[in-house]
């Protein structure tokens, strides 16, 4: 399917009648409704089970570098990450090991923040400030990389989502998106057009639209491996495998 952002918005006046079929919204219309699309959109940025998968980035550390900056201009170039899900480091012999994401409180308790190692197992991820005229955030790894080799930090990224540049711009997401952008949409402009007071927005649209994201999360939700503690030893059991590993 072969939709543009003024598709959406024509399909999300229609659903709430304030176009009729054959009609096209007028350019303060068009203009209006590209804005609520794209405010939409960086809201849904915050909701992990909206996003399809992360996006992967990658940096060289620098030997006796504790931190590093992620934003435009900075250390890591590229726009700043509304948070970071799974990382890992990889040797000059391609080697990967994992690390482990902390807390800043965590990372704050440690004594010395200046120990050098050969690898860092630890980072954390600082957003920075809410507001700022350049954005970017800062990532402090732990211990620090020594000079005895080069190492490559690899993160998986969140990230806003791409807003509409124009009307005319393709829709680029997977078919399960389209009724979620429709319908969310319709709500999301209901109140420009009436007035809630006197015409209530109706169950019809709320139940489409609660609908259509719930696919989208059930479709990118993640199943997580149970397992349980065997009494009487540390342990964990994987009720899939039936694997069972005691300390």
């Known amino acids: 399917m072969n939709l543009t952002a003024l598709d959406i918005i024509k399909d ?43 996006i992967q980035g990658s940096f060289n550390l620098t030997a006796n570098k504790a931190s590093y900056t992620i934003g435009v201009g900075g250390d890591y170039s590229t726009s700043v990450p509304l948070d970071i899900s799974d990382a890992f480091i990889r040797d000059l012999n391609g080697v990967d090991t994992n690390i482990e994401i902390v807390t800043m409180e965590l990372y704050n308790s440690y004594g010395d923040k200046s120990t050098s190692s050969a690898r860092p197992t630890t980072i954390v991820f600082d957003a920075g400030l809410t507001q700022q005229a350049s954005p970017k955030a800062t990532l402090y790894v732990y211990p620090i990389p020594d000079a005895s080799t080069t190492y490559t930090l ?46 209530p927005v109706p169950q019809r649209l709320v139940r489409l639209a609660m609908e259509s994201m719930r696919i989208i999360e059930t479709i990118n939700a993640k199943r997580i491996p149970a397992s349980m503690d065997v009494p009487g030893r540390p342990s964990s059991f994987n009720i899939y495998t039936g694997d069972d590993t005691t300390s």
Do not use: C, H
């Open 12 to 54: 999300a006046m229609k659903e709430i009648g304030v176009l009729a079929i054959d009609e096209t919204p007028t350019a303060s219309e068009a203009t209006d409704g590209l804005r609520a699309l794209n405010g939409m959109l960086d809201s849904w940025s915050a909701r992990k089970l909206l996003s399809l998968a992360g």
């Open 154 to 199: 690899f993160i998986t990224q969140q990230k806003m989502m791409t807003e509409f540049p124009l009307i005319s711009t393709v829709v680029t997401f997977p078919p399960a998106y389209f009724r979620a952008l429709k319908f969310n949409l319709a709500l999301e402009i209901y109140g420009a057009y009436f007035s809630e007071s006197k015409t």
